[in-house]
């Protein structure tokens, strides 16, 4: 979903009916149908998503027929979509195996797969501003090994699998939009033989047994970007924990390492507290962690169960919690608020760097956690890499490329954004700066949103025009003076080794 008004059921009989008859239905606006486009003309990945319609909701079914880590999956999805154009045809961005029955409005609609791109005619046009419901029935998934060069997707691990779909690989996993843009609602339903364990994003509905398998349904009745559903199934175990301000809480891991890891989760309870204290409401009904015994070199904000590995798991206390505070951080920044295109993927990296940091002082680790005595320094010896960073990965909010993920997930987005965010609270005081970021995620929860829109609510929540300053800072090739400390220096590019703050931490 965008921001279109949610139709009642009306419309969506209208369109059932409407499918029935043969006459053709009145075009909204007299443009004849077209194909929707393969893709929202993303910056970094043009193809991700698709044009002429916006889910509202997912009701998404996969199988799992052993206890098997690495079979194949199979799968039905139930998308429901507004149609925002005339459509002759329209697309999915599928990257499985193979795909059974499409169906549309409950008839059966050609297909043809080109690439990640599933191109789906209609037996009728989908007029605009009408409700469709798309069925993708039997299709099949294979999870892959992580390895350093794709360490994300469907991904399986000795105890199972589990999904790191950041950011253009959950429709190997199912076919969607899949793009940050078009949040909508899901059920995920997923059956595994008895004694395997699943979970997704959300809340649990229900356990329905029947021969030897058990479904369990989950609800994320909040928007979520696609890149960021959770579905865990395996031989893994849940705990639950006592919940925080009525927000319940459980954890997932490995049953075999259970006694060594569900400890080390803990932290996120107070950590909760934290930024709620920080940043106002949590903006969904749950929260906990997810440990795969894998070595993905990341952890993942999937929404309500960040995403961790044993590698990370296995580090100090004092690295282990501000990652997880990061990740916390993100369900505020990242999920609920989400980025309307990848080039602004600083806002949500740029804001999860600038808590963790914050946690890490406040907790007493930041010397030990960056090798910097306080975030002043820390941040004074970044901003000195500045102009070294946005020539190497490009301005903070305009990544050079996306040839591989680390392009988009790049030093200067996460740190270069935190700079950003401690250059504007440098310029507008730290009341101001509060106000910024709690009505930031106020206003825009459950919504996709871009650069621009935080520039514009950062002059209108301080009263000054703040958009010289800050698009300087998000969008220029050199790095601009930084308020409050005329004494702190860039050193010329090319001078310097490769940047050291960045890469000391993380990872
Ligand atoms: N968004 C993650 C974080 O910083 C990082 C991440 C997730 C990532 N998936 C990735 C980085 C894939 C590189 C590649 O919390
Ligand atoms: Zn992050």
């Known amino acids: 979903m965008r921001t ?31 194909p929707g486009s393969a893709g929202l003309g993303d910056r970094l990945y043009p193809l991700l998503g698709n044009g002429g ?12 027929p052993e206890k098997d880590p690495k079979q194949t999956v199979t799968g039905d999805v139930t998308i429901t979509a507004l149609a925002t154009q005339n459509l002759s045809r329209f697309n999915l961005d599928f990257g499985g195996d193979s795909v059974g029955v499409v169906r549309v409005n409950g008839d059966r609609a050609e297909f043809t797969r080109q690439g990640d791109e599933l191109v789906i005619t209609p037996r009728r046009h989908l007029p605009k501003g009408q409700r469709f419901r798309v069925r993708v029935s039997g299709y099949t998934a294979t999870p ?4 350093a060069s794709s360490p994300a997707g469907f991904v399986t691990t000795t105890d199972g699998t589990f999904m790191a779909g950041q950011p253009d690989q959950s429709h190997n996993y199912f076919p969607s939009n899949d793009h940050p843009s078009d949040m909508a609602t899901y059920t995920i339903a997923l059956t595994a033989p008895v004694g ?38 395996g031989d893994f175990v849940l705990q639950k924990r006592p919940p925080v301000n009525g927000i319940a809480i459980r954890d997932v891991v490995p049953r075999r390492l259970a006694d060594d890891l569900l400890p080390k989760a803990e932290v996120e309870r107070s950590q909760l507290t934290w930024m709620i204290d920080k940043v106002g409401k949590y903006p969904f009904e749950n929260y906990g962690s997810l440990v795969v015994d894998t070595r993905l070199g990341f952890a993942l904000e999937t929404q309500t169960i960040s995403l961790y590995d044993t590698s990370l798991f296995a580090r100090p206390k004092y ?25 602004s993927v600083w806002q949500s990296e740029g804001h999860a760097t600038w808590y963790e940091l914050e946690y890490a002082e406040e907790t007493g680790v930041f010397q030990q956690y960056t090798r910097t005595p306080n975030r002043e320094a820390y941040f004074k010896q970044v901003y000195a890499e500045g102009d070294q960073l946005r020539k190497d990965y490009g301005p903070v909010a305009r ?57 514009n609510l950062a002059s209108a929540v301080s009263g000054k025009n703040l958009r010289p300053f800050l698009n300087d800072w998000l969008y220029g090739t050199t790095t601009p003076p930084m308020p409050g400390h005329p004494d702190w220096t860039v050193d010329p590019a090319e001078a310097a080794a490769a940047p050291a703050a960045a890469t000391a931490r993380h990872r």
Not at 4 to 30: C, D, E, I, N, T
Not at 54 to 59: E, G, M
């Open 319 to 343: 690295i282990l919690d501000p990652i997880m505070l990061h990740e916390l951080s993100h369900m505020w920044f990242g999920d609920s608020v989400a980025p309307s295109e990848w080039s």
């Open 399 to 455: 990544p050079l490329k996306a040839d591989v993920i680390w392009d988009v997930f790049n030093p200067n987005v996460y740190d270069g954004g935190a700079l950003v965010l401690y250059a504007l609270r440098q310029k507008v005081g730290e009341r101001d700066f509060q106000r910024i970021e709690r009505e930031w995620v106020k206003l825009n929860r459950g919504k996709s949103v871009d650069t621009h829109d935080f520039v």
């Open 144 to 147: 892959i090994e992580a390895n």
């Open 53 to 64: 319609y916006d889910v509202q909701n997912y009701d998404l079914h996969v199988t799992y």
């Open 196 to 233: 395997w364990l699943a979970v997704a994003n959300g809340t649990h509905v229900s356990d329905k047994r029947d021969h030897g398998y058990v479904t369990s349904t989950y609800r994320e009745a909040k928007p979520l970007a696609s890149e960021l559903i959770q579905a865990a199934v």
């Open 4 to 34: 279109q008004p949610k139709k009642g059921l009306a419309v969506l009989l209208a369109v059932l009916v409407g499918s029935v008859g043969a006459a053709a239905p009145a075009y909204a606006g007299g443009a004849g149908p077209t």
